[in-house]
């Protein structure tokens, strides 16, 4: 039976104590979303390693590995408690838990990298141009 709109869309359904019926199609589609959160957070990790040249690019991309990979492994036990139809663990309010968090570490990671990275760089032209003054130690 397909659900209606109204009802997901209600407050009342999400923090309710009952578990998420992931049994279903919606279930599934769950079940690959988390799966493949983690198994990009495992691509990207290896990215990650070959890329050490860029010292900007290695941190954000060591900040999204952390961010996918726990998101994606948090996804895969809420889904697994639900799926066993634990009643606290696997209550679909873990889910809106699930999102928030989802969205605000993504808002950090984009904050990071158009506030910060740009500041990161700043600083380092600003150094190297007052090292270009400074006088440097006699070689011998």
């Given at each position: 039976?397909?659900?209606?709109?109204?009802?997901?869309?209600?407050?009342?359904?999400?923090?309710?104590?009952?578990?998420?019926?992931?049994?279903?199609?919606?279930?599934?589609?769950?079940?690959?979303?988390?799966?493949?959160?983690?198994?990009?957070?495992?691509?990207?990790?290896?990215?990650?390693?070959?890329?050490?040249?860029?010292?900007?690019?290695?941190?954000?991309?060591?900040?999204?590995?952390?961010?996918?990979?726990?998101?994606?492994?948090?996804?895969?036990?809420?889904?697994?408690?639900?799926?066993?139809?634990?009643?606290?663990?696997?209550?679909?309010?873990w889910?809106?838990?699930?999102?928030i968090?989802?969205?605000?570490?993504?808002?950090?990671?984009?904050?990071?990298?158009?506030?910060?990275?740009?500041?990161m760089?700043?600083?380092?032209?600003?150094?190297?141009?007052?090292?270009?003054?400074?006088?440097?130690?006699?070689?011998?």
């Amino acid at each position: 039976m397909f659900m209606n709109i109204l009802t997901v869309l209600n407050p009342a359904f999400w923090f309710s104590p009952e578990v998420l019926n992931v049994e279903s199609g919606g279930g599934r589609i769950i079940l690959m979303v988390f799966v493949i959160l983690f198994l990009a957070g495992l691509v990207l990790r290896v990215m990650a390693k070959q890329k050490k040249e860029d010292r900007h690019l290695s941190l954000i991309l060591k900040k999204v590995v952390s961010f996918l990979v726990t998101m994606g492994l948090l996804g895969l036990i809420l889904y697994f408690f639900s799926f066993e139809n634990v009643r606290v663990l696997g209550s679909r309010f873990w889910y809106v838990f699930w999102v928030i968090g989802f969205v605000v570490w993504k808002v950090f990671i984009i904050r990071f990298i158009q506030k910060d990275i740009p500041a990161m760089k700043a600083a380092i032209i600003e150094a190297k141009e007052k090292e270009k003054y400074l006088p440097n130690a006699k070689r011998r």
